[in-house]
């Protein structure tokens, strides 16, 4: 699986637009861009996934660059409880493909 | 539905202790992942089943450790003699695979151990 680029932290100020960058430039054409998150003391929450279009739900946003190398996860009026950590993963979306997740970016919403 | 269940969700224990670590997955999941997360290492995958079948334990750290799937709605890990360096937050993940689902995995609260 292709290997992924955050950064350490950022901040985002309470009711702000949050916009995690990750790059994945070794990506191939059949892995799918994932994003989960953990809050402290938490089990890490499933967020959003896409392949290479832009994908929209209740939590998120992900824009995928169209050559495919990099993504931004949105979060577009962050709170107080947003704040965690956020992970990108890419991996083939086939049977019994495992998640590595790296360091991921820590993400701290000031109010 | 209730989600990942694990149990219990602290445990502390004495070197030398056998532990047992439980997991009831999501019903109609097919697969289910044991985690193991360190400040050190952070998540790192341990072993996964498919169908209760172990497809993949390359993450096991050695013979101290064992994973069982007797059933569909069961998992254990075991460790066994326990050491202090096993301390750590341990995570049971399932997902339902196939062609045409997200095979998104849904993660437990964690159970946290310390070996003393």
């Known amino acids: 699986d292709a290997k992924t680029t955050q950064p350490t932290s950022m901040d985002c100020a309470e009711g702000r637009a949050a916009n995690l960058p990750c790059n994945h430039s070794?990506?191939?054409?059949?892995?799918?861009v994932y994003w989960y998150r953990q809050i402290h003391s938490q089990g890490p929450q499933y967020i959003i996934h896409?392949?290479?279009n832009n994908e929209t739900n209740e939590m998120a946003s992900l824009i995928i660059t169209e050559d495919r190398k990099s993504s931004t996860l949105i979060l577009p009026h962050a709170t107080l409880r947003d704040t965690a950590v956020y992970y990108c993963?890419?991996?083939?979306?086939?049977?019994?493909?495992?998640?590595?997740f790296g360091p991921g970016t820590r993400l701290s919403v000031l109010p | 539905d209730a989600g990942v269940i694990q149990s219990p969700r602290h445990e502390v224990t004495e070197m030398g202790q056998e532990v047992t670590l439980r997991c009831k997955p999501i019903?109609?999941?097919?697969?289910l992942f044991w985690y193991r997360q360190t400040m050190m290492r952070g998540l790192e995958l341990l072993i996964y089943?498919?169908?209760?079948?172990?497809?993949?334990d390359s993450g096991m750290p050695e013979d101290r450790f064992s994973a069982k799937m007797p059933n569909a709605s069961f998992s254990t890990l075991k460790i066994q003699p326990s050491e202090p360096r096993d301390s750590a937050v341990y995570f049971c993940?399932?997902?339902?695979?196939?062609?045409?689902?997200?095979?998104?995995?849904?993660f437990g609260a964690g159970t946290r151990l310390s070996v003393l």
């Open positions: 993940a399932s997902s339902r695979q196939g062609l045409r689902t997200k095979n998104i995995q849904y």
């Open positions: 070794t990506i191939s054409g059949n892995e799918y």
């Open positions: 896409g392949l290479k």
């Open positions: 993963i890419v991996r083939r979306d086939n049977y019994g493909q495992n998640f590595v």
């Open positions: 019903s109609g999941h097919n697969s």
């Open positions: 089943f498919n169908n209760n079948v172990p497809i993949d």
